[in-house]
């Protein structure tokens, strides 16, 4: 990397200013001083220019298959790119995540730019891409191949034009972002890897020009009802756990929920029993629970426990069989809600770069990697990779190429701009 030019007359010149820390009054860099500056540019151009490299990229990355638990060869791949392309520090820490460092002229402040490695899709899918004109077909082509090439297309695109940001750009390839994965990697990168190292995060997951400040909380269940079982005549009077899972059900389904932060609930499994001549000695289900906002979703959570509870008793109440019937909640996914305001500084330039490539701005609410970073309040939101993804977690996921250089050099410039001081 070198520095650039004009940045040596950064006191006298007001194009050279952005780059070195001169912030518009709402707190985000200003973009249009940004933009003058022809290594910017150049690296716009670079990004426009190595499309189809992101695209044959995209396919790469997703002809190696990475179930979530199951990210090591796809993470090799990326190392191996990071190496490749400069990167410094090129590491897998502890859980699995790759990275590797862009330094800027100092340590701080540091910008994590991520895209997740797993895919909902289990061993033995087939993972080959096909690709019929601007369309490309194949599992995880979409989420997250793409976010992997456009982070990987911002390294490249940087080091073409040896463009030096005054902040360090820190590039990661999490794990276990989807399903049961729970985010045990950005989990790991915030508690362990990078504690107290990230001042600013970017997830780029899926596809379009999106952009997500609220990171929807979940927790999920899987709840076993067990009693002794027996025969359904000879020992009628036994409660029964299937019994119990349908009172617990009936009250959940009764659940009411606030209007104004969207809070959700859903049985979504259920099994049992192993015969119609039974009663029988096991029940499960498993519940979803999600709410944009950290209150409503522990409300939400106390009123389930509290549900269970009270549907064992009444089971045992009813056969008059107290403590026959014994239950036990696992948690098996806790994603904390939590959210980056409209107003953040880092919204703001998001929002600035949006307009700067003439992107129409559209803000949503999703349960991405950024929802660790928004729960421990450190500035983060997830953007799309570009392009159009249609059937995500389907096997018959698609991305449409179309524009999607679009997707990159809003990755880029996002990057560039959070790299500020
Ligand atoms: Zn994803």
Redesign the pocket.
């Known amino acids: 990397m070198k520095t650039i030019p004009w940045a040596a007359a950064a006191l006298m010149c007001t194009s050279a200013a952005a780059v070195m820390g001169l912030r518009a009054q709402d707190g985000s860099p200003n973009l249009a001083d940004l933009l003058k500056a022809p290594l910017v540019r150049a690296s716009l151009d670079a990004a426009r220019a190595g499309e189809p490299r992101t695209i044959e990229d995209q396919i790469r990355f997703c002809e190696v298959p990475a179930p979530s638990f199951k990210e090591a060869a796809r993470g090799e791949l990326l190392r191996q790119t990071f190496a490749q392309l400069g990167l410094r520090n090129v590491r897998v820490d502890k859980a699995g995540n790759v990275l590797g460092d862009r330094p800027g002229t100092a340590a701080r402040p540091r910008l994590v730019l991520s ?2 490695l ?2 909902v899709f289990p061993e033995g899918t087939d993972v080959r891409v096909t690709r019929d004109g601007a369309i490309l077909r194949g599992p995880g082509i979409g ?2 191949c793409r ?1 992997l090439a456009v982070m990987v297309a911002a390294i490249r695109a940087l080091r073409q034009t040896n463009l030096q940001t005054p902040g360090t750009i820190t590039f990661v390839a999490t794990v276990g ?2 399903g049961l994965g729970d985010l045990r990697g950005v989990k790991q990168l915030f508690t362990e890897t990078l504690a107290g190292e990230v001042d600013r995060f970017v997830s780029i ?2 596809s379009g020009l999106g952009l997500t400040h609220i990171g929807v909380g979940s927790l999920r269940y899987r709840v076993t009802f067990k009693g002794p079982g027996g025969h359904s005549f000879a020992a009628f009077g036994l409660a029964n756990p299937i019994g119990a899972l349908g009172r617990a059900i009936a009250k959940i389904a009764d659940f009411q929920v606030p209007g104004e932060a969207k809070t959700t609930f859903n049985v979504g499994r259920v099994g049992g029993g192993t015969s119609v001549n039974s009663i029988p000695s096991e029940a499960w289900m498993e519940v979803d629970l999600r709410s944009v906002a950290p209150a409503p979703l522990a409300a939400l959570d106390a009123r389930f426990q509290k549900a269970i509870d009270a549907a064992v008793a009444e089971e045992n109440e009813r056969w008059r069989s107290p403590r026959t019937i014994t239950v036990v909640k696992e948690r098996v996914g806790d994603r904390p809600a939590g959210s980056t305001s409209g107003d953040s500084p880092i919204v703001r330039t998001a929002r600035a770069v949006h307009r700067a490539l003439g992107l129409p701005v559209t803000l949503s609410e999703s349960s ?2 950024s929802n660790i970073p928004m729960s421990l309040h450190i500035p983060a939101i997830t953007i799309g990779g570009g392009g159009r993804g249609v059937g ?1 977690h389907a096997p018959s996921e698609s991305f449409d190429t179309t524009d999607s250089w679009q997707g990159t050099q809003r990755a880029l410039l996002l990057a560039i701009a959070l790299a500020q001081r």
């Open positions: 895209a997740h797993d895919t989420d997250d976010g972002e989807e997951d899926g991405t990697d995500a």
